[in-house]
Structure formats: C-alpha cells, structure tokens
C-alpha cells in the first residue's frame, strides 16, 4: 500500500478531490491511503498565523517556519520510515510518468504544498529532499498539484484500474502520446470509425495503434520523440503514418 501525507493549508481539498473516482476506488480497496496536515494547528497564536511578510520587503506572505516544520514532523511520524519529502514549487523539477512510476512504488510519500510567495527558504534546506512542479506556470497554491501527484501515482497502483492493461497504454507511458479511441455507433456525423479497428485482426490493430501514437507524437509533441530510441519497426510506421 501507498501511504500519501499532504502537507497543506486546505485539507478540505485534498480529501474531496481524491474521494472520487480510481482513488476513491483504490483507497477503499486498501491500495493507498491519503491524509493531510495542517500547519495552522500547530501555530502557537490564536489567530492561527502561518505568514509572515519577507525580509527585505516586496508583495505577499511567506509561510513561516515553525507552523509548517511541526506539520512536517508530524506527517512524517504517520508514515512509513525514509518515505521521501516533495515541496511542490514553481522552481522544482518537472514532473513526468518517470517520476509516477518511481514514486509509486514508494512506501511512502510526503507532499508539502506551499501558499502565498511560496515557503521560509529554510523549510527547503532542512526537509526536502527533492521539489517539484506540474509545469512552467504559476497557480495560488500546491494542492492542486499534490491531487495531480496522487491521481497519477494511484494509477499505477496494481488493482487500481479495472484493466491492468491501461495504465501501461496510457499516454507517456512509453514516451508517446496514446492513440485515438472510439467506441459505439460506428457512424456519427459521417465521420466512421477506422476500418482496422472492426475486423478483429489483433496484430494490425496493435500495429495501427502504434502507429497512430507515433504520429500523434511526431505532431504534438516531437520533443518526448528525442528521448526515445525507436525500433526499425517503428521508424517504418512513422514514415508511413499518413499516407
């Protein structure tokens, strides 16, 4: 089982987002637990105050180091020994089916979520072992992040999925984007669905996939191409992607 601490100002988030759907399922089979810590319990004013204005002045708060150090503690006594700590942050590497795989076959996991300018630098220092980020933009806070994180870690999961089959298919699994799908009727608006697809060949469907992924690929996204040596097979079928 995966066990998941987010460290967050809104817990609220976290747990209506991940009751649903593959992790819904996967946390009432037992596959993965989530929890989340709130720095505000454990500010010391009455006020609950986790924020403070930055040295050297300038617009915004920052999260101050007390509050979000003692829910770090906390968080990190619930789980599992060495399960690793992530900040999530504008500045951390990008995160990728790679790191999904890697961190799902974790024990553990913390996610700390910052809020406002972002957190007391020292946080970073003392605790983290690696930042990350969904992408080069900027949003109000990490919980969204951590949900992204969670859903895509459970995907993985064995038995979260109806079809184990899937998350091997999904897109940048394999360093491509998925193929188009379709399903019942078989004509809509005039447009039909791909020959291959309705005469039951399992190898051309296979092959027409692939090549649709490598195409699709070659067209969105060629950069995830450079990463990936393809076979003489798959060199063959991007050339005749098309045609």
Request: proline fraction near 6%.
């Amino acid at each position: 089982m995966l066990d998941v601490r987010v460290v967050t100002l809104f817990p609220e988030i976290i747990g209506a987002a991940t009751g649903y759907g593959v992790c819904g399922r996967a946390i009432e089979r037992g596959l993965v637990r989530v929890g989340a810590c709130n720095p505000r319990d454990y500010a010391p004013d009455a006020h609950q105050t986790v924020d403070d204005r930055p040295y050297g002045g300038g617009p915004g708060m920052v999260l101050k180091y007390a509050p979000v150090s003692a829910a770090i503690e906390a968080a990190r006594e619930a789980l599992p020994a060495a399960s690793p700590i992530v900040f999530l942050s504008p500045q951390g590497s990008r995160f990728d089916q790679s790191a999904a795989r890697r961190l799902s076959r974790l024990p553990g996991l913390m996610l700390v979520a910052g809020r406002y300018e972002g957190f007391d630098e020292r946080l970073v220092e003392e605790y983290a072992d690696e930042e990350l980020s969904l992408g080069d933009f900027v949003m109000s806070g990490g919980e969204i992040a951590a949900i992204a994180i969670i859903d895509a870690l459970t995907r993985l999961l064995p038995g979260a999925l109806g079809h184990q089959q899937s998350a091997a298919e999904d897109s940048f699994s394999d360093s491509l984007l998925d193929c188009p799908h379709y399903t019942r009727p078989e004509i809509i608006e005039g447009r039909r669905v791909p020959k291959v697809l309705l005469e039951g060949n399992h190898e051309e469907i296979r092959r027409w996939r692939l090549q649709q992924a490598l195409g699709r690929t070659r067209e969105r996204r060629p950069d995830l191409l450079k990463s990936r040596s393809l076979s003489e097979t798959e060199r063959q079928l991007l050339d005749e992607y098309g045609q």
